[in-house]
């Protein structure tokens, strides 16, 4: 069973109550205390930046937090880059002392990884927005680590391209890689980690090195790009990103369609994929779900298990796929099979599945939500989105069931009361039902929201004791002074990190 958080006031504390010695460290916990902001980093870091270094209380606590559950943590200062060179400055200052650096971009994580558990400098990299080359020959692009899916994609548009993975925020591009995230058009095109070719990285020592390159494979040395793409700023630090990107569809249109039981619905899914029809996107949401964006956005869908799909290809083939997908929903007693071809509908549906997060966590005043994150084997998916709903029947709180089924990742949403230390440790015990449900079926405790500071525990638990002594020795090979947003990802506690480089 997962140990429980300290709560303070309406969040998740990472800190509080003596969490900074081993016996006591529950699931949130950093690996070590808060380090000193020596005052000579602090002028060297003002006479480096000028206006773009900020110690000022405000700016600090806009970067103290994600979206997620977690008590702010303040870094000490804020630095705001404009260009590669002022993270090779800021990294080099702050090594020189060993003071942590947290890379910050959209700050839309789920997980913590942006809160500054040891203190540190939140490096800011949004001003870094430039999109540096569109090759449409090889269907590649170059862009900064600031610049946002949705400013790329309107760049693109003009070349008659798309990038097609959408985690449903408005992320940047870097955070996207660092998290390997993925989101609703996955189960054609991938993650993160299938769409990033090439990468330009500052080291913890304030080296510039670049991974990968534009052609679409190699075998050339070991694949560094895998390595630093998920590895949620503790490994490098990402300035930019080489992408896949692929020609606008010629035809697309979108369906609803609703069911009695979830099994159903699931099944449905997994024959479609079994039957290799080319779905783009394969949504589920649970009735309680529809009945949180009915009320949330004034709409009137039906408030049963329902399945939101996309298809993408030329007029004709989406036809036959539509016929094939009609055929399948209905041996799975579907029902309400209904189309959406014109943009603005498909606009509207796609806006109610993005806004359901926010739909299920105000159906309840005053709380937030606690989100599992498990991604299963296609073959199994309906026994772990079953099993979580059994498990979270008797819930004390409101629960929510949705996700991107098509490749077997899916969400509970736990809508609790973080003041509320029962509702927090029962919340903490159904998390880890669903957790190892998933594990125990050759699944996994994060599909796309990373591990950060929630998930460590399972980390450990899902890798085993020899991946996890090499993933600590590659933490510190990358990373000798553990200032690249340190105490998330991997416990390195001194005791534990003598005993894995022993």
Not at 109 to 120: D, F, I, K, T
Request: hydrophobic share 40%; net charge negative; charged share 20%.
């Amino acid at each position: 069973m997962a140990t429980t958080a300290v709560v303070t006031g309406s969040r998740i504390d990472p800190s509080a109550n003596g969490m900074h010695n081993r016996s006591d460290r529950a699931n949130y916990g950093p690996s070590a205390p808060r380090r000193h902001f020596e005052p000579g980093l602090r002028e060297a870091l003002a006479q480096r930046f000028g206006t773009a270094f900020s110690t000022g209380m405000s700016v600090r606590d806009n970067h103290a937090r994600g979206e997620s559950p977690f008590l702010p943590q303040a870094p000490d200062a804020v630095v705001f880059a404009g260009s590669q060179r002022d993270v090779v400055d800021l990294v080099r200052l702050c090594a020189r002392v060993g003071f942590p650096v947290i890379a910050h971009g959209a700050g839309s994580s789920l997980e913590g990884q942006l809160l500054a558990v040891q203190g540190g400098v939140s490096l800011d990299l949004t001003g870094m927005h430039a999109i540096v080359a569109i090759d449409s020959q090889d269907l590649t692009v170059t862009v900064q680590a600031g610049v946002t899916r949705e400013q790329l994609n309107e760049a693109l548009k003009a070349h008659g391209l798309f990038f097609p993975i959408d985690p449903g925020a408005h992320a940047s591009l870097g955070g996207m890689a660092a998290t390997r995230a993925s989101g609703t058009n996955a189960v054609r095109y991938g993650s993160m980690r299938e769409n990033v070719l090439a990468l330009t990285v500052v080291t913890a020592e304030g080296e510039v090195v670049h991974t990968g390159t534009r052609a679409r494979k190699s075998s050339a040395g070991y694949d560094l790009t895998r390595l630093f793409v998920g590895s949620e700023g503790t490994l490098g630090i990402i300035t930019e990103v080489t992408l896949r990107v692929y020609p606008l569809p010629e035809a697309v249109s979108a369906a609803v369609v609703t069911f009695a039981h979830a099994s159903d619905a699931i099944n449905s899914v997994i024959q479609a994929i079994q039957m290799g029809v080319p779905i783009a996107r394969s949504e589920y949401l649970c009735a309680k779900s529809m009945r949180a964006i009915n009320r949330a956005g004034a709409m009137r869908m039906q408030e049963s298990p329902t399945l939101f799909l996309e298809f993408h290809g030329s007029a004709a083939a989406l036809c036959e796929q539509v016929a094939m997908l009609q055929a399948i929903t209905q041996d799975n007693n579907g029902h309400d099979f209904e189309w959406a071809e014109r943009p603005e509908d498909r606009t509207r549906l796609w806006k109610a599945r993005h806004n359901a997060y926010y739909a299920c966590k105000n159906t309840r005043a005053g709380s937030d939500v606690i989100a599992t994150d498990t991604c299963v084997p296609i073959s199994r998916l309906a026994e772990s989105l079953l099993g979580a709903e059994q498990i979270l029947a008797a819930a004390p709180f409101p629960t929510m069931l949705f996700g991107h089924v098509g490749d077997g990742n899916f969400h509970a949403l736990l809508i609790v009361d973080l003041t509320n230390g029962q509702e927090m440790a029962e919340a903490e015990r159904l998390n880890t039902q669903i957790v190892d449900l998933a594990l125990s079926v050759g699944g996994t405790c994060t599909g796309e929201h990373g591990i950060g500071l929630h998930k460590m525990e399972f980390l450990e638990r899902e890798a085993g004791p020899g991946a996890m002594a090499l993933m600590r020795r590659l933490k510190r090979a990358f990373d000798p002074q553990d200032i690249l947003n340190p105490g998330k990802v991997l416990r390195l506690w001194p005791e534990a990190t003598r005993e894995d480089l022993a």
